[in-house]
């Protein structure tokens, strides 16, 4: 979560950051909250992760009420290859601010 851009300012802008958080060990931030009509996911969840709450989602709803996340899944597919898929959040994106992501 993050490293996209903190890795590339530490590289190749020899920025010094003496005090790094890992947010995958901060509870609220990979925290999952399942309710009927909503899930609600940490900004630190994979993308794997999301992935996989959606599938199973897809798998216990009527068509109706999963559309929108058959199309997150779909979506996921084309977001960089599994190993990135597996440490990748919602949260780092949203955070580095890239125009690709």
């Not at 989602?57 to 009527?62: A, D, G, N, S, V």
């Amino acid at each position: 979560v993050g490293n996209t851009e903190i890795g590339v300012e530490v590289k190749f802008k020899h920025f010094l950051y003496p005090v790094l958080v890992n947010p995958t060990k901060v509870k609220e931030m990979i925290d999952v909250q399942e309710f009927e009509d909503s899930i609600y996911f940490g900004a630190s969840v994979s993308l794997m992760d999301i992935d996989r709450i959606l599938r199973s989602r897809i798998e216990k709803l009527p068509e109706h009420q999963t559309r929108f996340f058959q199309c997150a899944i779909n979506m996921l597919h084309y977001f960089a290859g599994k190993q990135i898929r597996n440490v990748a959040s919602l949260g780092g994106n949203i955070m580095t601010g890239s125009p690709i992501s």
